[in-house]
């Protein structure tokens, strides 16, 4: 029997088995019904009706299979003589609640097993799509370069990908050692009280590598269960060419900027000597204090502080110019200076068309002119009504134009703008100036342009002849004094 309803079962689900299992019933019936007309039994084959019954129960409703089985009691009744008509109804009755039994039987078996089979096929496609999820989990792990560990409620590891391997660099297996010795930051997360939940963050910590050394990182951890079923799983990044490029470029950025103000400082210096030597050398007609000893002494004083400020220090920077695809730079610009002009609140808006050229700059030094121009907008405006920040881009043969605007209330007098120590600033009054000394120096020029409304500048930059372009500041000025 359990083979027999399998096998219809399977036909039921079969595409156009249906069809062939109502044809198999419907021949059985007409098979049986032929037989008690050809040959005339004397006895009934009234139990046999109860085969295509329970056929046709695989694929019928249950009011279907009722009707199906009163049929079958009416035809095999056709064939049974010597019966009054209360015998006749009676033995009709029976025989519609039999064979209507077994066939509800089969029915409720052909609809259980279709329900294990759906739920079984689901749970097979579940545990593949598991499994596949797993081996996808797996592979990423063991290619990713950033390490991820998994620890206990007691700081032990319980699994560790290669690139923790290659990062702590532990004399044995990661599997089982007690993170406290790498990592002391996930060993005291661990110690916080359960009463606070789960926990989800990130940090910069020290890692501790198996020979002593130290290694920045940062790391994204989350701190899941209670009790001795508390995990922390924890992916940590090396930052250590990210540390020293920055620290690097932070160093090159002072060294650059404290030469600029130098420079500022001894232009300066020689304008004062250079007043010196002209009050010196009206001195020198009008009197005889020319022979006078303090007199020469002073004026040699003048003339070695002014070769002393001749020097032209920012010939010396190591700043080092590249191709700058302004629209990669006008993402990262947004997020630097975008929060500031929300804040007040503002709106700030650089428009880059797609098929702009690169420039040639160097990106922090762009990023520091533009910024000290939103910063001095900002204080201009935070207090005026429906402040905006909007920097054009336009390109102009083999140059390309940034136009820096605000809707402030504009500049009084532009005589001294650019002249360092301006007495007038809000800061140190240097900000415009080393903005344009960098800008010069990449072979661009900064300057204000008189508008309406508010206040503008316009930063004109050279364009790249190839996203490779690479040179050092001092050839960027040879190429600016040339043109």
Request: glycine share 6%; hydrophobic share 45%; charged share 20%.
């Amino acid at each position: 029997m359990n083979t027999f309803y399998r096998r219809f079962v399977r036909m039921r689900v079969a595409d156009g088995g249906r069809g062939q299992i109502l044809l198999i019933a419907a021949g059985l019936v007409s098979i049986l019904v032929l037989l008690e007309w050809y040959f005339d039994f004397d006895f009934s084959l009234g139990i046999l009706y109860i085969v295509p019954v329970m056929i046709a129960a695989t694929i019928l409703t249950r009011w279907q299979i009722v009707a199906a089985a009163a049929f079958c009691a009416y035809t095999r009744g056709l064939f049974t003589a010597d019966e009054t008509h209360l015998e006749h109804i009676l033995r009709f009755c029976m025989a519609t609640i039999a064979y209507a039994a077994c066939g509800l039987w089969i029915y409720q078996i052909a609809e259980s097993r279709l329900v294990v089979l759906k739920h079984y096929s689901r749970l097979r496609y579940e545990q593949h799509m598991r499994r596949r999820a797993q081996e996808q989990l797996r592979l990423l792990a063991e290619s990713s370069p950033a390490a991820i560990l998994t620890m206990d409620s007691n700081g032990l590891i319980l699994a560790a990908n290669r690139a923790a391997e290659t990062m702590l660099q532990s004399e044995g297996p990661l599997l089982g050692q007690q993170i406290r010795r790498y990592m002391g930051l996930f060993y005291d997360a661990l110690r916080l009280p359960a009463g606070i939940g789960d926990i989800s963050t990130s940090a910069n910590a020290w890692a501790r590598r198996g020979d002593g050394t130290l290694v920045p990182t940062t790391t994204w951890f989350s701190i899941y269960g209670a009790g001795v079923s508390r995990h922390l799983a924890a992916i940590v990044v090396d930052m250590s060419n990210e540390v020293r490029e920055r620290e690097h470029a932070q160093f090159e950025q002072i060294v650059s900027h404290d030469r600029i103000l130098a420079s500022a400082v001894s232009h300066e210096i020689r304008n004062l000597c250079s007043a010196i030597f002209v009050v010196a050398s009206n001195m020198e007609r009008s009197s005889t204090i020319a022979r006078d000893p303090d007199f020469v002494a002073l004026k040699n004083l003048a003339m070695g502080l002014r070769d002393l400020a001749s020097v032209d220090l920012r010939r010396k920077t190591r700043m080092r110019l590249s191709a700058v695809r302004l629209q990669e730079l006008a993402e990262e610009v947004r997020v630097i200076i975008g929060q500031d002009w929300a804040d007040i609140p503002g709106e700030f808006e650089w428009r880059v068309p797609d098929d702009l050229p690169a420039v040639q700059a160097n990106r922090q030094g762009l990023i520091q002119t533009l910024l000290n121009l939103s910063q001095n907008s900002l204080r201009a405006i935070q207090d005026l009504p429906q402040p905006r920040f909007t920097i054009e881009t336009f390109v102009h043969a083999e140059r390309i134009s940034l136009r820096v605007s605000d809707t402030g209330p504009g500049l009084n007098s532009t005589e001294h703008l650019f002249q360092p120590f301006r007495p007038e600033s809000d800061g140190s009054g240097l900000g415009l100036y080393v903005s344009r000394a960098l800008i010069e120096s990449f072979g661009g020029e900064l300057r204000f342009e008189p508008t309406a409304a508010g206040c503008c500048f316009v930063i004109t930059l050279l364009a790249a002849h190839n996203e490779d372009q690479s040179l050092p500041i001092e050839a960027a000025e040879a190429e600016r004094e040339h043109a």
